[in-house]
C-alpha cells in the first residue's frame, strides 16, 4: 500500500464546474503539500498545510489530521487549471527533502 | 518565494554520453534537492545537494551516476552520467529554506536518451 493515494487519477470537467481532489496518507506528518505540475513538467507549490484550511483564489486546500486526510478543491473550474495534482507529505526525521509523493490526479477542464 | 531557473529544459542525447543540468536560485537557500520523475510515475528524491561537501544520496543513486556540485547557496548542479534510455525522465531542482515553509521546484528538465 502507498504511503500516500491519491483520488481520482483522472478527472474531466466541464469549465465551471466545482472540483475536489482526495489525498489520503498513512504516515505521521509535520506538512502536506499540493503541488500543480504542468504539462511541460515544472512544478508549482499551491499549498503547504499542517491543518485547518487554506484558501488561494479559487483553491482551496482542508485538512484532517486525526483523519489522515486533505482535499483540494477548485471553484470555477477554468481550461487553465488542466494540470497534474501532486499530494505530498514530509514526515518525520529522515532527509528534509523526501517528501512522499502521490501518484497525481490528472486534470483535464474542458471549454 | 525563491525563483529557480533550471537549465536545459529539455535536450535529447546520445547513449554513452553525460549531461549536466544547472539550477539557479534568486536567493541564498538552506537546502537544494534533485529528483527524478520517470514517464507515469512520482517524483523520486535522487539526493541533496550540500553546499561545500559531497551530496548526500538516497537509497539506489550512487555519486558515480549522478555527480552533484553546490558551489554556493544559489547554484548547483546535477550530472547525468553514461546516458542509458532508462534515464529518460525529467529531472528537478527543489530548494527550502526553513522546514516550515514550502518547497519550490523548477520547471524541470525533460531528457530523453535515444
Known amino acids: 500500500k502507498n504511503e500516500v493515494e491519491q483520488s481520482p487519477q483522472n478527472l474531466t470537467a466541464q469549465e465551471g464546474e466545482f472540483i475536489t481532489i482526495n489525498c489520503s496518507y498513512s504516515?505521521?506528518?509535520?506538512?502536506l503539500h499540493w503541488l500543480q505540475q504542468h504539462p511541460g513538467g515544472g512544478i508549482v507549490s499551491l499549498f503547504m498545510?499542517?491543518?485547518g484550511k487554506k484558501k488561494h483564489g479559487r483553491l482551496i486546500a482542508t485538512i484532517n489530521i486525526q483523519e489522515k486526510h486533505s482535499s483540494l478543491h477548485i471553484t470555477a473550474s477554468h481550461p487553465r487549471d488542466s494540470a497534474v495534482y501532486i499530494c505530498?507529505?514530509?514526515?518525520?526525521?529522515?532527509?528534509?527533502?523526501?517528501?512522499?509523493f502521490g501518484k497525481g490526479t490528472k486534470l483535464s477542464v474542458k471549454p | 518565494s525563491a525563483v529557480i531557473s533550471q537549465k536545459p529544459s529539455r535536450d535529447i542525447c546520445q547513449r554513452g554520453t553525460s549531461l549536466t543540468i544547472q539550477c539557479q536560485v534568486d536567493?541564498?537557500?538552506?537546502?537544494m534537492f534533485w529528483y527524478r520523475q520517470q514517464p507515469g510515475q512520482s517524483l523520486t528524491l535522487i539526493a541533496t545537494?550540500?553546499?561545500?561537501?559531497?551530496?548526500?544520496?538516497e537509497s539506489g543513486f550512487v555519486i558515480d551516476k549522478f555527480p552533484i556540485s553546490r558551489p554556493n547557496l544559489t547554484f548547483s548542479t546535477l550530472t547525468v552520467s553514461n546516458m542509458s534510455p532508462e534515464d529518460s525522465s525529467i529531472y528537478l531542482c527543489?530548494?527550502?529554506?526553513?522546514?516550515?515553509?514550502?518547497?519550490?521546484f523548477g520547471d524541470g528538465t525533460r531528457l530523453s536518451i535515444l
Open positions: 536567493s541564498q537557500v538552506t537546502m
Open positions: 545537494a550540500n553546499q561545500g561537501s559531497e551530496a548526500t544520496y
Open positions: 504516515v505521521g506528518i509535520s506538512a
Open positions: 527543489s530548494v527550502l529554506d526553513r522546514g516550515n515553509q514550502p518547497q519550490h
Open positions: 498545510l499542517s491543518s
Open positions: 505530498a507529505v514530509r514526515g518525520y526525521g529522515g532527509s528534509q527533502g523526501n517528501l512522499i
